[in-house]
């Protein structure tokens, strides 16, 4: 199973030739796992960041790109889950055109689940590890 976010390409999203600037693309990866926790989790994204002070932040990425995306497309973000370990997991994202379905980005970004006061990795909790367990 995998979550999907329909994103918009804005004017802000594109360099000078038009097409979605590179690092954008991870941009669109986060606002999907952001949707992600307001659809699917029991706590919106910033109430784990803000209220809670826990969070997921990246430690490492893989991706590839492999069409382009321009202003006014329509971006199909699909998020699942490959690996759920200790205190991190591993999302897999595809970006797709909506217009044609043809694959623009994919990537493997691993994340660790940690404490924001003290930047101490912590095991992920049961219900994350349920949550993320919902797309694996």
């Known amino acids: 199973m995998a979550f999907t976010s329909l994103l918009k ?3 802000d999203d594109v360099d000078g ?3 979605v ?3 954008q693309f991870f941009h669109l990866c986060h606002k999907a796992f952001e949707d992600f926790f307001d659809d699917a989790a029991s706590v919106s994204y910033p109430q784990l ?3 809670q002070r826990r969070g997921f932040p990246t430690v490492a990425i893989q991706s ?3 069409a382009p995306l321009r202003y006014g497309d329509i971006a199909l973000v699909k998020l699942s889950i ?3 370990g200790r205190t991190s997991a591993i999302f897999h994202y595809e970006i797709r055109r909506k ?3 043809k694959l623009c980005f994919s990537a493997q970004i691993t994340k660790v689940f940690m404490n924001l006061d003290n930047n101490k990795v912590l095991p992920v909790p049961d219900d994350m590890r349920s949550l993320l367990e919902n797309i694996l």
């Open 49 to 51: 960041i803000n209220d």
């Open 17 to 19: 030739a038009g097409i």
């Open 21 to 23: 600037y590179y690092p």
């Open 99 to 101: 217009r044609d379905s």
């Open 9 to 11: 390409i804005r004017f």
């Open 64 to 66: 590839d790109f492999s």
């Open 82 to 84: 490959g690996k759920i």
